[in-house]
């Protein structure tokens, strides 16, 4: 499944209910934005970087396009490879 880069980012932004203009390049393939911190709201880089990451795959889980781990035993094992 191919998720578009700027729907992506929008959805994180919606979280924060910050402006869709701090959206500096969009394509279908990629999308950046500059986001301002602001100490008096709270949104520092550090805090916004673990929120942003959260949020990104919180949006691909809801879109079905983060694969959820497998435990299944039919992995390979390289471990028998080498000499312990």
Partial sequence: MQVQAGKWIRAILDKWEVSHNCI???TDTWCSALLPCD???GMYSLK????A????????????AF???DES?????????FEW
């Fill in 39 to 41: 100490a008096d709201k």
């Fill in 73 to 81: 035993d039919d992995d390979e094992c390289y471990a028998n490879d």
């Fill in 67 to 69: 694969p959820e781990h």
């Fill in 48 to 51: 916004l970087k673990e929120t």
């Fill in 24 to 26: 500096v390049t969009d």
């Fill in 53 to 64: 990451l959260q949020g990104g795959i919180n949006y691909l889980r809801e879109v079905g």
